[in-house]
């Protein structure tokens, strides 16, 4: 069984990103959730506050844990010596860019694959915007993201 990591925003993590979590966490011997520190995108929840979050929800997973990184996704993997990238698919709209990153990291790192799990059904729609586009404007985004974190969510747009 190989190790992999998760990348992305995570801001905040809904219960799509621990979908595809306990998924990738079944077919790999360990997997590393990283959260993406991008200077140039003001985020929502700090990064302390993204990674307490996915360490709440991830915590009856035993082989999974929680980093974050800052600069090239595929240095990091390479630091952590990780076979494998997980992405998530959503929609054709995510397609795009992943496969455009896929390639590129491909190019870069050879010995790194990229391995892209499609969404569960239950939640094609689901991403953070819209957890806070919802919050924001004060309705019910109890359905969309763990419980573990709900209140830290609605504390935030409160
Ligand atoms: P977003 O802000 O769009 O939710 P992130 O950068 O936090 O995006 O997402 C991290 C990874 O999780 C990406 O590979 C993304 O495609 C995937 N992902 C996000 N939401 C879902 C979902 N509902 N189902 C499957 N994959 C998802």
């Given at each position: 069984?190989?190790?992999a990591i998760y990348p992305g925003s995570f801001d905040p993590v809904t219960k799509g990103h621990l979908d595809i979590i306990i998924r990738s966490s079944k077919i790999m011997e360990h997997l590393t959730v990283a959260v993406l520190?991008?200077?140039r995108k003001?985020?929502?929840?700090?990064?302390?506050k993204r990674v307490e979050?996915?360490?709440?929800?991830?915590?009856?997973?035993?082989?999974?844990?929680v980093d974050y990184y800052e600069g090239?996704?595929?240095?990091?993997?390479?630091?952590?010596?990780?076979?494998?990238?997980i992405k998530g698919l959503r929609a054709i709209s995510d397609f795009e860019f992943e496969f455009q990153m896929a390639l590129v990291n491909q190019k870069l790192r050879p010995e790194i694959e990229t391995l892209f799990m499609m969404t569960n059904s239950?939640?094609?729609y689901l991403s953070s915007s819209i957890v806070k586009e919802i919050a924001a404007l004060k309705g019910d985004i109890?359905?969309?993201?763990?419980t573990e974190v709900y209140e830290i969510i609605l504390d935030?747009?409160?």
């Open positions: 069984m190989a190790k520190e991008n200077p003001v985020a929502t929840f700090d990064i302390k979050m996915l360490k709440l929800v991830t915590e009856p997973y035993p082989n999974v844990d090239l996704l595929i240095d990091y993997a390479q630091q952590r010596k990780v076979d494998i990238i239950k939640y094609s109890r359905s969309l993201v763990p935030r747009f409160s």
